[in-house]
C-alpha cells in the first residue's frame, strides 16, 4: 500500500497541468487581493522557472490532483488504480503523503473527489509545491512568496481539522520530507551560557510522532506527543499538543527547548530561552502557519513509562428514565480520575446504535473509554481506582460495567495496540471545550442532559502535568485555561461532500452541540487543534489572555502578512473571497 501511494504521488506530478482556475477573475480587484492564477499580479512562467532553478528543482507544478485517478477523460485515470485508490483514500498515509491532498475534504472544496461521476479540477488546490527539505528551502519560499504577493500555505502531514494547510492558488510549502534525528544526554540551547541536564531529542520540521516513538522506546526513552502515527511535530507543537502523557509530564509544547525557524521576512533563526525569546514563547502554542515555518525542534524525552491500560464500557438502554442521571454520574467522575492519576479518552454516547448480532442494531446510551496508568504492571492497580464506580453503577442502575485492562511494559508497547486508527478522506468539522472542575460541579441529571446534547468525547490529557509544568523561559503561548483543565471535550459533524446546505447545516450543527459545554465553561477556552474553524471570538476562545501579546508578535514579525491562515493570530486584515484572499477594511484588528 505504502508503495502505491508514492507511484500515485508520483502519477499526479508527473502530468504538468493548468495551475490557474476557473472564474479567478471573478475573485476581486488585483490591488487589494494577493495573487492567483489567471490574474494580471501572477508571475510569470519565466519567475517560476527561474525559482524553481534557485530551489534546485525542487518546484512542482500539480498536474491533475489525485482523485483524478478515478476520473474518465482526466490524463491520469486508470480504473485499476482508483480501486485502489479508493481503498487508500480513507486512510491517513495517502494524505500524509501526498503533496497537495489534506485529510478532511472540504478543506479542497470538494473539488476533486474520488467518485467518478462528482466534478473534477484543481481549482481547489494548490497551484505549486516547493518539496522543502532544508530550511533554506523553506527561505527562499518565503522570499519568492514575499516579492510576488502569492499567498503561502505550510503543509506537513496535512493532518488539520483546521484546514490551515491548505490554500486554493497558493504555493504551499511541503515539510514533509524534512526528516533529522538526533538524541542527546544533556542540551545546551545555542546562544545559552548553561547545559539543560535533561536528555532531549531533534528533529526535523517535518517528522512524526509515530517513528520518533518507535526510535526513542530503542533507547527506553519517549516524548509527550499525541496518539496519531501521522501528526507531525510542526502543527502538534505550535498548536500546544496534548498527550495521553500529559498528565504527567505537560503539554507537548511545555517540553519544547529549542527551535530553528524561517520567519515570514525569510530569516533562518534558533529560538529558545535565550535569544529570540519572543518567538519561543509565540511558537509553542499560538498556531502554525503564522510566525514562521519551524525546520526543527528540539523536545525532552522521559524515561518510557510502565503502563496498564485498557477499555472501560458502561452501557445502559436508551429509553429508560434514569439514563440522564447515569450518564450525568459517570461525566462528575472524570475530576475524580483525573485526581488518581488517570488518563486516557472517554466517549459518551447517547442513542448509539450497537448491532446485536442478528441484523438489527439496539440503541444504548452511556460511556465508553480507553484508560491508561503509569508505573505500574498490576491491572488491580486500575481496577481498585474503577471499583467505587463500578460499585456505584451496580448499586443505582440495572447496568454491569465491563472492563478489559492489560499490562504494557513501554509507551511503544501501548502506541503499537491503541494509535489512532480513525478514517480520513471525507467532510467533518470538529468542535470542543476545556471543562474546568467547575463544570463538573452541577448536580448528575444536569450535567447528564449536557452530556447527552453535547454528546462529548472527553479527553483526560491535562491534569496535574499540566497544571504544574514548568515550560522553558517560564511560560508558552497556550490558553492559560489549559492549566486548570481536567477535561478537553470534543464533538463534530460529518457532512455530505458538495452541498452547499449539508455544509451550512454541519457548521450550525457543530455549534449548537457545542454551546451545551460552552455554558458550563464559560470562562475557560477551547483548545486550536481540535476544534470548529468558525468558533465564536476564536481569538479569545484559543488563547485567552494571551492573544493581545500573539498579535504585536505576529506584526512585529509579519507586517505584510506572508503567512496567513484561519484561524490563525493577525488574519483579521484578510478574507477569502471566492478562491482569493483579499484585503478588508484596515480599521478591521482584534487586540
Not at 519568492?144 to 504551499?172: C, I, M, W
Not at 486516557?344 to 459518551?348: C, L, P, Q, R
Not at 477551547?526 to 484559543?542: C, G, T
Given at each position: 500500500m505504502r508503495a502505491f501511494t508514492y507511484q500515485l504521488v508520483l502519477a499526479s506530478?508527473?502530468?504538468?497541468?493548468?495551475?490557474?482556475?476557473?472564474?479567478?477573475?471573478?475573485?476581486?480587484?488585483?490591488?487589494?487581493?494577493?495573487?492567483?492564477?489567471?490574474?494580471?499580479?501572477?508571475?510569470?512562467?519565466?519567475?517560476?522557472?527561474?525559482?524553481?532553478?534557485?530551489?534546485?528543482?525542487?518546484?512542482?507544478?500539480?498536474?491533475?490532483?489525485?482523485?483524478?485517478?478515478?476520473?474518465?477523460?482526466?490524463?491520469?485515470?486508470?480504473?485499476?488504480?482508483?480501486?485502489?485508490?479508493?481503498?487508500?483514500?480513507?486512510?491517513?498515509?495517502?494524505?500524509?503523503?501526498?503533496?497537495?491532498?489534506?485529510?478532511w475534504e472540504q478543506f479542497n472544496n470538494d473539488t476533486c473527489l474520488v467518485g467518478p461521476n462528482t466534478p473534477c479540477s484543481g481549482a481547489?488546490?494548490?497551484?505549486?509545491?516547493?518539496?522543502?527539505?532544508?530550511?533554506?528551502?523553506?527561505?527562499?519560499?518565503?522570499?519568492?512568496?514575499?516579492?510576488?504577493?502569492?499567498?503561502?500555505?505550510?503543509?506537513?502531514?496535512?493532518?488539520?481539522?483546521?484546514?490551515?494547510?491548505?490554500?486554493?492558488?497558493?504555493?504551499?510549502?511541503?515539510?514533509?520530507?524534512?526528516?533529522?534525528?538526533?538524541?542527546?544526554?544533556?542540551?545546551?540551547?545555542v546562544g545559552c551560557n548553561f547545559t539543560i541536564d535533561t536528555p532531549a531529542v531533534t528533529v526535523g520540521g517535518g517528522s512524526q510522532l509515530g517513528p520518533i516513538y518507535e526510535k526513542l522506546d530503542k533507547i527506553n526513552r519517549t516524548v509527550?506527543?499525541?496518539?496519531?502515527?501521522?501528526?507531525?511535530?510542526?502543527?502538534?507543537?505550535?498548536?500546544g499538543g496534548h498527550s495521553i502523557l500529559s498528565p504527567r509530564l505537560g503539554l507537548g509544547a511545555d517540553n519544547v527547548l529549542e527551535l530553528e525557524m524561517v520567519t515570514p521576512m525569510g530569516d533562518i533563526i534558533t529560538a529558545n530561552e535565550c535569544q529570540n525569546q519572543d518567538l519561543f514563547w509565540a511558537m509553542r502554542g499560538g498556531g502554525g502557519s503564522t510566525f514562521g515555518v519551524m525546520t526543527s525542534v528540539t523536545m525532552a524525552t522521559h524515561p518510557?513509562?510502565?503502563?496498564?491500560?485498557?477499555?472501560?464500557?458502561?452501557?445502559?438502554?436508551?429509553?429508560?428514565?434514569?439514563?440522564?442521571?447515569?450518564?450525568?454520574?459517570?461525566a462528575s467522575q472524570l475530576p475524580y480520575l483525573v485526581s488518581k492519576d488517570v488518563s486516557?479518552?472517554?466517549?459518551?454516547s447517547y442513542n448509539a446504535k450497537i448491532a446485536n448480532g442478528s441484523n438489527s442494531t439496539v440503541s444504548y446510551s452511556g460511556m465508553g473509554a480507553e484508560v491508561m496508568i503509569m508505573d505500574t504492571q498490576d491491572i488491580n492497580d486500575m481496577y481498585a481506582i474503577w471499583d467505587p464506580i463500578f460499585a456505584h453503577v451496580n448499586a443505582t442502575?440495572?447496568?454491569?460495567?465491563?472492563?478489559?485492562?492489560?499490562?504494557?511494559?513501554?509507551?511503544?508497547?501501548w502506541f503499537s495496540v491503541y494509535y489512532d486508527k480513525a478514517a480520513a478522506g471525507y467532510n467533518q468539522y470538529v468542535g470542543g471545550r476545556l471543562l474546568d472542575e467547575k463544570a463538573f460541579s452541577m448536580n448528575s441529571s444536569a450535567l447528564g442532559k449536557v452530556f447527552m446534547s453535547a454528546t462529548p468525547s472527553a479527553y483526560l490529557v491535562a491534569g496535574k502535568g499540566v497544571?504544574?509544568?514548568?515550560?522553558?523561559?517560564?511560560?508558552?503561548?497556550?490558553?492559560?485555561?489549559?492549566?486548570?483543565?481536567?477535561?478537553?471535550?470534543?464533538?463534530?459533524?460529518?457532512?455530505?461532500?458538495?452541498?452547499?446546505?449539508?455544509?451550512?447545516?454541519?457548521?450550525?450543527?457543530?455549534?449548537?452541540?457545542?454551546?451545551?459545554?460552552?455554558?458550563?465553561?464559560?470562562?475557560?477556552?477551547?483548545?486550536?487543534?481540535?476544534?470548529?474553524?468558525?468558533?465564536?471570538?476564536?481569538?479569545?476562545?484559543?488563547?485567552?489572555?494571551?492573544?493581545?501579546?500573539?498579535l504585536q508578535i505576529k506584526r512585529q514579525y509579519d507586517p505584510d502578512d506572508v503567512l496567513w491562515?484561519?484561524?490563525?493570530?493577525?488574519?483579521?486584515?484578510?478574507?477569502?473571497?471566492?478562491?482569493?484572499?483579499?484585503?478588508?477594511?484596515?480599521?478591521?484588528?482584534?487586540g
Open positions: 506530478l508527473l502530468v504538468l497541468g493548468d495551475a490557474s482556475a476557473v472564474g479567478s477573475e471573478e475573485h476581486g480587484d488585483d490591488a487589494a487581493c494577493k495573487a492567483f492564477p489567471g490574474t494580471s499580479s501572477w508571475p510569470s512562467e519565466e519567475s517560476w522557472s527561474e525559482f524553481n532553478t534557485t530551489l534546485r528543482g525542487k518546484l512542482i507544478k500539480p498536474g491533475p490532483p489525485p482523485g483524478a485517478i478515478c476520473h474518465p477523460g482526466e490524463p491520469t485515470f486508470n480504473s485499476d488504480q482508483c480501486a485502489i485508490l479508493t481503498a487508500a483514500w480513507g486512510t491517513y498515509d495517502f494524505h500524509q503523503s501526498n503533496p497537495v491532498s489534506n485529510m481547489g488546490y494548490p497551484a505549486y509545491v516547493v518539496n522543502a527539505t532544508t530550511a533554506e528551502d523553506v527561505k527562499l519560499s518565503l522570499e519568492f512568496a514575499r516579492k510576488h504577493n502569492v499567498r503561502v500555505v505550510v503543509k506537513s502531514s496535512g493532518h488539520d481539522f483546521q484546514g490551515r494547510s491548505q490554500a486554493p492558488g497558493a504555493l504551499s510549502i511541503w515539510v514533509h520530507h524534512m526528516q533529522s534525528y538526533k538524541t542527546h544526554d544533556t542540551f545546551r540551547p509527550v506527543g499525541g496518539s496519531s502515527k501521522t501528526v507531525s511535530v510542526g502543527g502538534y507543537l505550535t498548536g518510557t513509562p510502565k503502563i496498564v491500560a485498557g477499555l472501560i464500557l458502561i452501557y445502559g438502554p436508551n429509553e429508560e428514565p434514569w439514563v440522564p442521571d447515569m450518564i450525568g454520574y459517570l486516557g479518552y472517554a466517549f459518551f442502575w440495572p447496568v454491569t460495567p465491563y472492563a478489559t485492562l492489560a499490562p504494557y511494559p513501554t509507551f511503544q508497547s497544571r504544574n509544568a514548568k515550560p522553558r523561559g517560564g511560560s508558552i503561548s497556550v490558553t492559560p485555561a489549559w492549566r486548570r483543565t481536567v477535561a478537553h471535550c470534543t464533538n463534530g459533524h460529518i457532512f455530505q461532500p458538495l452541498n452547499a446546505t449539508a455544509r451550512a447545516e454541519a457548521i450550525s450543527i457543530v455549534d449548537n452541540i457545542t454551546e451545551p459545554l460552552r455554558q458550563i465553561a464559560p470562562d475557560t477556552g477551547a483548545y486550536l487543534n481540535e476544534n470548529n474553524p468558525y468558533e465564536r471570538d476564536w481569538q479569545h476562545a484559543f488563547w485567552g489572555e494571551n492573544y493581545e501579546r500573539l491562515c484561519a484561524p490563525c493570530v493577525g488574519n483579521e486584515r484578510w478574507e477569502q473571497v471566492g478562491y482569493r484572499l483579499c484585503r478588508v477594511n484596515e480599521s478591521v484588528e482584534t
